[in-house]
């Protein structure tokens, strides 16, 4: 459905509903800048949870995590980089961000 077919649901308040695109000065992340996410697989009988890491996109998360989350991450017991979307690989070849004062 485009916007121009979009119409107001009778008794729905949107009254919280953003109007506008915030500005690439107030997002989240900087555009061109990689990010990850995490995915947790539980434990189940014969096998223990694991901790998947991914380029964002890869798989639905709701966190976000910069090149320092993600190899810090990595680094804890049963985690591991997925390799469809070659996590690792993207870690590797992330700019070195500048420390922060």
Request: charged content about 15%; aromatic content about 2%.
């Amino acid at each position: 459905m485009s916007p121009a077919q979009a119409r107001p649901i009778s008794g729905v308040s949107y009254q919280g509903v953003p109007t506008h695109r915030p500005s690439p000065e107030n997002s989240l992340l900087p555009r061109n800048r990689p990010a990850w996410t995490l995915q947790y697989l539980p434990h189940r009988p014969g096998h223990p949870g694991a901790t998947l890491l991914h380029v964002i996109g890869c798989t639905p998360s709701d966190q976000t995590l910069d090149r320092e989350q993600a190899l810090a991450a990595l680094q804890q017991p049963r985690a591991a980089a997925c390799t469809e979307c070659d996590a690792a690989r993207s870690l590797t070849s992330a700019p070195e961000q500048p420390p922060t004062a």
